[in-house]
Each structure stands twice: as C-alpha cells, then as structure tokens.
C-alpha cells in the first residue's frame, strides 16, 4: 500500500470548515483514499473514501487532485467533537489490511 | 445494530496470566479484524479473518498470542502467558466481504499487565 504523509496537528475554530491535508505520491491506478479518525477513548470510525472523484456524504466531503497524489478532508463546520486524530490510508480496498499512520490531530476550539 | 462488541473492556492482570479478549462483530460482515493500539507503536493488525478463516496473521507478535474465530459471531485473542509489554488497547473490527472500505470497530478492551 502506498505511504501517506500528514500534518501532525491542526487547529479550527468551532463553526469554520476544516481543511485536513494528505499526500500519498506513490499511490497506484487501484488505490482508494480512505479517511478515518479516531475520538479519545474510542474506536477508529470511517468517514470516507474515493478513487478519483470528489466524494461528499453527510460527515464529510473529499477532494483529491487530478493527478490523485493528495487529497483533502472538508469537514464543513467543525464542531468540539470533531477534535479527533484523522488518518488518511491508501488500500486497495480489497481483503488486504487497513495501515494506520501516525494521523493529524484536529484540536477544535471555541 | 449493536456494532461491534467487545468484552471485557478493562481488563488487569498479573503477569503470566492467561487472557482472553472476546468479539462479537456485526451480524451480516464476514471479515474481522484484531488490532492493537500503544503510544510507541500506534494501531497495529493483529490478525484478520475472512469467512473465519484467518488469512493474514503476520502481525501477531509471537506466539504467545493466538485468536481463534469458531463462528461468523464470534472471536477470541488469547495472550499466555501475559507480560507487561503486552499493555494496550486491543481492537476488534468487522467489515462486509473481504473489502476493508468501511470497517466498523469495537469500544476495545484496555488490558494492563501488572
């Protein structure tokens, strides 16, 4: 699976759009971008994932470039309880393993 | 849907001691998943099983550790002996098919080895 790399933290104001950044330059033709993130004390959740095309579902929108070596999280008004560590993983989505990075800790404030 | 269900979701236990982690994923998903989350080392994959086969179990540390699926509603992750190190948060998660697109995870068991 190809590597990603992120920002280690983030800061947004409560009520703002979060903007979470990943780069995966050595992704392959049958890699999808997945987004997960992890509040304190709990399980890893999913939030979503896509191949080329922008993604939007109610949690989240992502936005990867055309030449798919980034992507972006938009999480569109961040709330306290969006403060999480986000993980961006690239898979091909098949039975193979989810790989977890180290992941952007987004601290949401008032 | 209950989601994933894990038990005990604290466990403390001596050193040598034999532990066992229980799992009972979503009703329906075919693949489980077993992972383990420290500072050090972050989440790890343990095992995974597709169909209650397991299919890729590199990740288990050594053999000390063992996990069994007997049913589609069912797993175990038994440590023994237990040592110190194996301190963590453990994980189970359970997917639909063998694509880990959406993989739902368990509160996790917190083990602390004394």
């Known amino acids: 699976d190809a590597k990603t790399t992120q920002p280690t933290s983030m800061d947004c104001a409560e009520g703002r759009a979060a903007n979470l950044p990943c780069n995966h330059s050595t992704i392959s033709g049958n890699e999808y971008v997945y987004w997960y993130r992890q509040i304190h004390s709990q399980g890893p959740q999913y939030i979503i994932h896509g191949l080329k095309n922008n993604e939007t579902n109610e949690m989240a929108s992502l936005i990867i470039t055309e030449d798919r070596k980034s992507s972006t999280l938009i999480l569109p008004h961040a709330t306290l309880r969006d403060t999480a560590v986000y993980y961006c993983i690239v898979n091909t989505g098949t039975a193979s393993k989810l790989t977890f990075g180290t992941g952007t800790r987004l601290q949401v404030t008032l | 849907d209950a989601g994933v269900i894990q038990s005990p979701r604290h466990e403390v236990t001596e050193m040598g001691q034999e532990v066992t982690l229980r799992c009972k994923p979503i009703s329906g998903h075919n693949s489980l998943f077993w992972y383990r989350q420290t500072m050090m080392r972050g989440l790890e994959l343990l095992i995974y099983f597709n169909n209650n086969v397991p299919i890729d179990d590199s990740g288990m540390p050594e053999d000390r550790f063992s996990a069994k699926m007997p049913n589609a509603s069912f797993s175990t992750l038994k440590i023994q002996p237990s040592e110190p190190r194996d301190s963590a948060v453990y994980f189970c998660?359970?997917?639909?098919?063998?694509?880990?697109?959406?993989?739902?995870f368990g509160q996790g068991t917190r083990l602390t080895v004394v």
């Open positions: 998660a359970s997917s639909k098919g063998g694509r880990v697109a959406e993989a739902f």
